[in-house]
Every structure is written in structure tokens, then in C-alpha cells.
């Protein structure tokens, strides 16, 4: 099992930045690829970004490609998400995801709220 932690979620106008972070327990972290999807009311969950387990690949959804960046750190086994020039329709939760495998989302966090005022 694979244990993930979200936090960095909150309030911010438009045009701010936010950092979340994603920290796991519980296996080797370096197995793992990582992905942020987010989900808003009454709208279908959608893909945000995945890195590699070493870091070396990094892909985004294009919604928030040039906008939002995703990093690791393995020494502290925790994921960031970099996002700026954020806009209201980024308003959701936002869960991080682990997996093996290419598409492969075994472990998800319990999420966290991002919303943006116009």
C-alpha cells in the first residue's frame, strides 16, 4: 500500500500562484510514477500532470501546459505542483495518484481544494 498526503490547496485570485505537495509512505517511492488530476462540481475528473519516478519525464494535460510544473523530491518522497497564472476554471480538488505503470493509478490521495476568484 501506498499512503499519499495532499496539502497546499486554498483560496487565490486569479493571476496568483499555488504550490501543492503530495507526500507518500508506506513503499519505495522511487517505484512510483506520480500524477495530479483534479476534479470540479459536475465536471469529469481530468488529468493534470505525470512525472517519472526519477524525474527525467514530465507530461501535462493541455489545459495548464506553460502554466503549472511538476517536480519530486525522492529524498523527502513528496511530488510538488507549481501553478501559476492560475484561472477560475482551475477551481477543483486536486488529488495525486501513483502507479507503477504508464496510465496506471493504483493509490490516490484524499484530494485538496484549490479555488480562484475572478
Known amino acids: 500500500q501506498v499512503q499519499l498526503v495532499e496539502s497546499g490547496g486554498g483560496f487565490v485570485q486569479a493571476g496568483g500562484s499555488l504550490r501543492l505537495s503530495c507526500v507518500a509512505s508506506g513503499r519505495t517511492f522511487t517505484d512510483y510514477r506520480i500524477s495530479w488530476f483534479r476534479q470540479a462540481p459536475g465536471k469529469e475528473r481530468e488529468f493534470v500532470a505525470t512525472i517519472t519516478q526519477f524525474g527525467f519525464g514530465t507530461y501535462y494535460g493541455d489545459s495548464v501546459k506553460g502554466r503549472f510544473t511538476i517536480s519530486r523530491d525522492n529524498a523527502k518522497n513528496t511530488v510538488y505542483l507549481q501553478m501559476n497564472s492560475l484561472k477560475p476554471e482551475d477551481t477543483a480538488v486536486y488529488y495525486c495518484?501513483?502507479?507503477?505503470?504508464?496510465?496506471?493509478?493504483?493509490?490516490w490521495g484524499q484530494g485538496t481544494q484549490v479555488t480562484v476568484s475572478s
Open positions: 495518484t501513483a502507479g507503477r505503470k504508464v496510465s496506471s493509478y493504483d493509490y
